[in-house]
């Protein structure tokens, strides 16, 4: 599978915005996407194109007055907190946001977008449809678990905001093209025990190492859209979830056994960041991991 490019846009200011983010996934290692939180003064942007697929989410607790031409058509919108707007690449764009008020972007390069696709069915020719001051709740949860991994620093490392991003682009796919896809696989199948073993070798194997979803599906050569699905279905537990479980149970051993620093522990175990680590195993333990490592 192609290695893609970091996608960010906090190098460098956008002609469509006059600030830059308030919150950004630069480090997050994602590739393909990203999300950026902005909190935003009134302004009028002219008219440009975005080279990634582009989701906007309105922020905050009051709808903003807003006015958008798309194709040469003008709209006022008064877009409610958690409305959407979905512009794909390379169409021409411009607004004029009359408030200050948050907002949050989350963007896909076109051939991240297109292999995500690719992988879970045949289609020639992708073609998205733009949306304007658009309700959509999966999107918005989306929106809103992404932006609390990256306030949180990744505390699981990179497969959540990766498998986030997947079914996401899956979920834009199938509601807001102009060809909507069957889904060849049958998803109701489970993963046989063979399979299954295969991989928990790989992931204790590589376990201080940021796995990827993609490295994790490459595995049994299956495509991420789907590799997350029957995962689920035969474990009942998403990748993330399962290799987050393994690496708090590798740390645990680690403290237990062995004289190694909360840091040390964390690298050991695939988290490169003391205080992610320590929230995350909390989170999971329930007790900070020095205050696990003397109470046994």
Same mark, same amino acid.
């Given at each position: ?6 996608? @960010? ?9 006059? @600030? ?18 902005? @909190?935003?003064? !009134? ?8 080279? &990634? ?46 408030? !200050?008020?948050?907002?949050? %972007? ?45 306030? !949180?620093?990744?505390? !699981? ?25 069957? %889904? ?65 149970? &590798? ?46």
């Amino acid at each position: 599978m192609d290695v893609l490019p970091l996608v @960010d846009l906090t190098k460098h200011t956008h002609p469509a915005l006059s @600030d830059r983010p308030i919150l950004s996934s630069q480090r997050s290692g994602w590739r393909g996407v990203f999300f950026n939180h902005y @909190d935003h003064p !009134a302004h009028e942007s002219p008219e440009h194109q975005w080279m &990634q697929h582009i989701i906007g989410i309105t922020g905050g607790r009051h709808p903003v007055k807003s006015e958008h031409r798309l194709a040469n058509q003008l709209k006022t919108c008064y877009c409610q907190p958690g409305g959407i707007l979905f512009l794909p690449a390379e169409v021409r764009y411009s607004s004029h946001w009359q408030q !200050a008020g948050e907002f949050s %972007l989350i963007g896909f390069s076109p051939k991240f977008f297109e292999q995500i696709v690719n992988e879970s069915t045949q289609v020639k020719h992708i073609e998205l449809i733009p949306q304007l001051d658009l309700i959509d709740p999966f999107v918005q949860q989306v929106g809103l678990a992404l932006k609390a991994d990256v306030e !949180a620093e990744h505390p !699981a490392g990179r497969m959540f905001g990766e498998s986030l991003a997947t079914g996401l682009i899956i979920h834009l796919f199938k509601h807001y093209s102009v060809w909507r896809p069957q %889904l060849s696989c049958d998803l109701a199948g489970r993963l046989p025990e063979y399979q299954l073993r295969k991989l928990f070798d790989y992931i204790h194997a590589h376990l201080s190492q940021d796995i990827t979803l993609s490295e994790m599906a490459g595995v049994l050569n299956l495509s991420q859209y789907y590799f997350c699905r029957l995962f689920k279905q035969s474990t009942g537990v998403t990748p993330h979830q399962y290799l987050t479980r393994c690496r708090i149970n &590798q740390a645990k051993q680690l403290l237990l056994k062995t004289e190694l620093t909360i840091t040390e522990i964390a690298f050991e175990v695939g988290l490169t960041n003391h205080s992610s680590f320590t929230r995350l195993f909390r989170q999971y333990v329930g007790v900070t991991p020095k205050a696990f490592r003397v109470s046994q």
